[in-house]
């Protein structure tokens, strides 16, 4: 396992040019080299914070793109492509469970400390899409690309077109066909998108986040990940968010926006991820999709408080720092039980 995990690791770091490498829990008694602007951050940044348990290990990398001298941005891309690239996560990137035709399809969105920001949806064959969404953030006028628009320009990028359809999700696909009932696998089994937030040692957000999406969706549909303001959203001024679970609740709801406007207007972290919860329950009671319905946020404020809230029980998120805990995953509370 550890072997596995040291590949993905150099190979995300590899595009990036990086010769030295610092695990979170050492880099936590060493100075980060940049001085913290704003006395009330002391202690509290760099921060790396990032859904799941598959958290750990892209918060790894993104803290050492970090002390490495790399910017924020560099680091969420960095960190989230250690789930993309790996076969072994069924929910993003490569060896993601496929639509109900049997296609992997990815979306992708990636936003900067000055609101840049770029996007891909439904591309496919590109074992990692969140490169692409910076490409589409740097190199076009745009925010989105999609479909076979996001792939063409990938391809005249240099990214190379890849079979992600691995033979274990093949498998799981083929036993699916046998009764093609649409059940979407959200969140339930400790995987889903990845979203990861930093809050750099000058006080500055990054935000990147990525996915397969549903299990055995139509082909065509594209869930929140990639869409600013759903699945991700920051402003420099007041603090970042982002999403994980059913992206169609999250959508109706511009999830990540609303929590960071409830953040502007004076809520903690914690309180503004609840109240989106909240009016993600209160708009499904009695909805088809309340059934299987997961959601959760991860946030943090400029002044490097940070929480994650769930609708359900069973989310945990990963968090790095300058303390002397490093990196661990921590368990958010929760609105219900899933037996509730």
């Not at 296609?103 to 591309?123: E, P, Q, R």
């Amino acid at each position: 396992m550890s072997h596995r995990r040291d590949f993905i690791k150099t190979a995300a770091l590899g595009t990036l040019g990086l010769s030295t490498v610092y695990s979170c829990k050492q880099a936590a008694n060493e100075p980060s080299g940049t001085p913290v602007p704003v006395s009330s951050l002391t202690g509290k940044v760099p921060l790396v914070i990032s859904t799941w348990n598959f958290g750990l290990a892209a918060n790894e990398v993104a803290w050492e793109v970090l002390m490495s001298g790399g910017s924020g941005l560099d680091a969420v891309e960095a960190g989230v492509r250690v789930p993309e690239g790996d076969p072994k996560e069924r929910s993003v990137g490569y060896g993601g469970l496929p639509d109900r035709e049997g296609n992997v399809t990815l979306d992708a969105c990636i936003m900067d400390k000055n609101s840049d920001c770029g996007a891909v949806s439904f591309i496919q064959g590109i074992k990692h899409p969140i490169s692409v969404a910076r490409k589409v953030l740097e190199d076009t006028p745009h925010v989105m690309l999609s479909g076979k628009g996001a792939l063409d320009f990938a391809l005249s990028k240099g990214f190379v077109k890849e079979n992600l359809l691995t033979p274990e999700s093949e498998k799981d696909w083929k036993a699916w066909l046998e009764k093609s009932k649409y059940n979407p696998v959200i969140n339930i089994e400790n995987h889903d998108t990845i979203s990861m937030l930093i809050l750099d040692s000058s006080g500055d957000l990054w935000g990147a986040c990525t996915t397969s999406g549903m299990a055995w969706k139509m082909h065509g549909r594209v869930g929140d990940s990639p869409i600013i303001g759903a699945g991700l959203f920051l402003d420099n001024e007041v603090g970042a968010a982002a999403a994980t679970g059913l992206g169609e609740a999250i959508i109706r709801t511009a999830g990540a926006a609303m929590v960071v406007e409830l953040m502007r207007h004076g809520r903690s972290p914690l309180e503004a991820c609840k109240e989106v919860v909240d009016r993600i329950h209160k708009k499904h009671v009695g909805h088809p999709d309340m059934e299987y319905l997961q959601t959760g946020f991860i946030a943090v404020n400029k002044q490097g408080d940070y929480a994650g809230y769930s609708l359900r029980s069973g989310f945990n998120y990963a968090v790095c720092d300058n303390t002397e805990k490093g990196n661990r995953l921590e368990d958010a509370p929760f609105k219900m039980a899933w037996s509730s």
